[in-house]
């Protein structure tokens, strides 16, 4: 019989560095409400609970953020720890901890207390270890509460890999090939800076980088998991004043995307302390809730693609290619040498280079070029959501908003809401300020493009109580066209769609809403760009097989529906590649469009890009010519008829048996899949069950080649701002990371058929829901 999770059942813990008596009640579904008569003690208790219940995936998290992966995983893993340590935060701490606030510092030793405390008590027994640890044969590590500050690589950041993109394509293919491939927001005619030659950007550029911010490798079906920032990274949030709901008080709903995978990236947790009541999700690793409400205010974010990255590129000394320069001299680089640790090998020595930018990420001895990256997320205070310490004690929207002034990353769009009415939301984050360009491309590093500065969100845009009632945001152009173009926010925000539908749900009048209605809006599978494509088939020469299923169906990539797996491989697969290549071929030669083909599609099926396919749709006749309505009408037969055959092949001939939820499914394995023994393989393997949605709906559920989903909102909220017992919340797969336990999986098929769970505050509303309790008492 397998050993059960560590304090899965009532009892008394005596608990070095507790102040005083505190609890934590585990309720049926796993959350922990933790009751502390110290605000030291609720910290040092949540992080103690994290490790209870999330040590490998905290202890795996700190590895890889600190470059300490080699010494337990080998030496494939040695340059994965050389540009981790490379991008991890080296300032001075004085200036880092004043950056969150009087109580971070505190609040993080306490948080680090707890999970210490809990790793010395596997020292004592192993048998509290997850079984990864046993699995693979190493232990976790201590940690140090500067540990929390100097991980900054799982943030969401842009723009590097947008403007090596963007250099690449406009070097081998021209301009015409780069508007295809994404269109600028605000339009603007790319103007490529003085003394860069784009071509002369090697492709490879961010391969370092690259392997910091993607999932690291280990063999197995699908890397392994870690909070990185990939393109697939999305959310969805709005708020709605009372004149807009049934109960006449605010209702808050918020679903933030990252990747699928097991254990959930975000943990569930309810602080209740003098001063301090609090109740929502955070990564498992960081103190405190940076989405969720506490007793006044509720609060909820989505991710804005602010431009905090450049690329420099810099000339080096043709005799001294250790200098490079800067402002007409030659400056050594910064170098830092360091030992990485290997697990059976001896030590590796690493050198990290810097220039006055940044990390050096390429350099190129043939070209006497070479590459760095100077990142906002390396400035003090930019640890991702640590911020969040700053505002969980808000007492109303106006203080809550105030608390933003010190966020920096990663930049994201707040919607709040208080008990006594009001509604807002703020774009927060540290901003450059470029003033001698747009930030679009890489610039040479010699001194002429310089960053003056920052802006802050005491200086970006955001709203209060607007007539219409809501605020939302769903990661697309969300401000002034002027604004943007004169600080260079982003020309690379996310496609409008997923937007488009929140306004049509939320703007169509009717009733007043209540909870369920943004939490079932929140499930909504409408297909926005789906409803435009299918009007294609008014113009097929004739009829088509698979044009019947598609004729009026109304764009809703329901799991049941066979319209919606015809679609999705028909766009997807057949007629945006087809779109794309032929509007090129028509500016260039038909070699050099299949050529560029692949750099001009999106890496992910999901709506990161802004949508040159639907502009081409809108106005044929100037992406494709005087006849592009009729070369139109031609490739949609082909590719249409090409589509059906192929969904034939891949769900059967018979499309009375087609649906989606057959293809597009929700599989989760391990981050270690690969690496782990066939046992605990299987053990930790969650699913399939069939998913509706895809990257373009409110339901967000991009998906890989596979078919099999690659990201979505895993924890989604739905708040009754004021009535919070009403309040909604969903953790999928389950609040625990070992497989072991009930609540490893127990959300699963509740998530995936959009069910939720009672977000319980009230405290007798949490006793009645208890399931076991821990009492914790100082030691003797």
């Known amino acids: 019989m397998a050993t059960p999770p560590p304090f899965s059942s009532t009892g008394t813990v005596r608990l070095p560095g507790i102040e005083q008596r505190a609890e934590i009640l585990v309720d049926t579904f796993g959350v922990p409400h933790i009751y502390a008569r110290t605000a030291h003690d609720a910290f040092l208790l949540q992080g103690f609970n994290a490790a209870r219940d999330r040590l490998w995936q905290i202890d795996f998290w700190r590895r890889r953020g600190l470059g300490l992966m080699a010494e337990v995983f080998g030496p494939d893993h040695v340059e994965r720890d050389r540009v981790a ?13 004043a950056a969150y606030g009087p109580e971070a510092r505190e609040v993080c030793t306490a948080f680090v207390a707890g999970v210490n405390a809990f790793v010395r008590l596997t020292r004592q027994d192993p048998d509290l270890l997850p079984q990864e640890f046993h699995d693979l044969g190493y232990a976790p590590a201590l940690w140090e509460p500067e540990d929390i500050c100097r991980m900054r690589s799982h943030g969401l950041f842009y723009n590097a890999t947008a403007e090596v993109k963007r250099a690449t394509v406009l070097g081998r293919f021209g301009a015409d090939a780069e508007d295809l491939r994404r269109q600028r927001e ?164 690493v050198e990290l280079r810097f220039t006055v930018h940044g990390p050096v990420v390429h350099q190129d001895g043939g070209s006497r070029r070479a590459y760095a990256l100077r990142v906002a997320w390396l400035e003090p205070g930019m640890a991702p959501y ?34 006594r009415g009001d509604i807002g939301w703020q774009i927060a984050g540290l901003l450059p300020v470029r003033e001698e360009w747009d930030g679009t491309l890489p610039v040479p590093g010699d001194g002429r493009y310089e960053w003056r500065g920052f802006l802050t969100a005491e200086q970006l845009p955001g709203s209060a109580n607007p007539a219409s009632g809501w605020l939302g945001s769903a990661n697309q152009m969300n401000i002034p066209a002027e604004f943007s173009a ?191 023994s066939e046992r605990l393989r299987d053990g930790f393997t969650v699913g399939p069950l069939p998913r509706g949605g895809s990257g373009d709906t409110v339901l967000a559920a991009p998906y890989g080649p596979d078919f099999v989903q690659t990201g979505g909102a895993t924890w989604r909220m739905a708040v009754d701002v004021g009535g919070w017992e009403n309040s909604r919340m969903i953790n999928s797969p389950g609040q625990s990371g070992d497989s072991r336990s009930p609540h490893y999986d127990d959300l699963f098929e509740l998530w995936a058929k959009g069910g939720s769970i009672p977000m319980l505050f009230d405290r007798d509303s949490v006793e009645k829901s208890t399931d076991f309790r821990l009492v914790f008492e100082p030691a003797e």
């Open 85 to 97: 340590r490379l991008f991890r935060y080296r300032g001075g701490m004085a200036e880092e901890w």
């Open 186 to 349: 605000p339009r603007i005619a790319l103007k490529v800076p003085e003394g860069l030659d784009p071509a002369s950007i090697p492709e490879d550029v961010l391969r370092l980088y690259d392997l910091l911010i993607g999932p690291s490798s280990f063999g197995g079906p699908h890397p392994a998991g870690a909070p990185a920032a990939t393109p697939k990274d999305g959310s969805n949030n709005w708020v709605l004043d009372g004149t807009r709901t049934t109960t006449g008080r605010p209702i808050l709903a918020n679903d933030p995307h990252r990747a699928v995978t097991t254990p959930s990236l975000r943990y569930m947790a309810h602080l209740n302390a003098p001063g301090l009541h609090v109740i929502g999700a955070g990564e498992p690793g960081l103190p405190g809730i940076s989405i969720g409400h506490n007793d006044e205010v509720a609060f909820g974010l989505t991710i804005c693609p602010m431009d905090q990255e450049d690329l420099y590129v810099y000339e080096t000394r043709p005799e001294r290619p250790d200098e490079y320069r800067y402002r007409g001299e030659w400056l050594p680089f910064t170098v830092v040498r360091e030992s990485v640790e290997v697990r059976g090998a001896a030590p590796v020595p």
């Open 386 to 419: 640590l911020a969040s310490l700053g505002y969980q004690r808000a007492r109303d929207a106006a203080e809550f908003r105030a608390a933003l002034a010190t966020w920096g990353a990663p930049p994201v769009n707040q919607v709040f809401a208080d008990r």
């Open 486 to 676: 004169q600080h260079h926010v982003s020309y690379d925000w996310y496609s409008g769609q997923r937007m488009e539908r929140i306004e049509e749900l939320l703007d169509r009048g009717g009733p007043l809403l209540g909870v369920q209605d943004s939490w079932d809006f929140q499930q909504d599978c409408v297909s926005v760009p789906a409803r435009e494509i299918v009007s294609l088939l008014d113009r097929l020469p004739g009829e088509v097989p698979g044009s019947d299923l598609l004729r009026g169906w109304d764009a809703s990539l329901t799991p049941d529906s066979a319209a919606a797996a015809l679609f999705e491989v028909w766009y997807r697969r057949h007629l945006r590649p087809a779109l794309l290549e032929a509007a090129l071929g028509r500016r260039s030669d038909p070699a050099t469009a299949r050529e560029a083909l692949p750099y001009l599609l999106p890496d992910e099926t999901y709506s990161a890009e802004s949508r040159t396919d639907l502009a081409i749709l809108r106005d044929p006749a100037h992406w494709l010519g005087p006849e592009g309505g009729s070369v139109l009408a031609r490739l949609a037969a082909r590719t249409l008829a090409a589509a059906f055959a192929e969904t034939a092949e891949l769900l059967g001939p018979d499309p009375s048996g087609w649906a989606w939820g057959t293809l597009h499914r929700s599989h989760l394995r391990h981050p270690l899949h690969g690496v782990l």
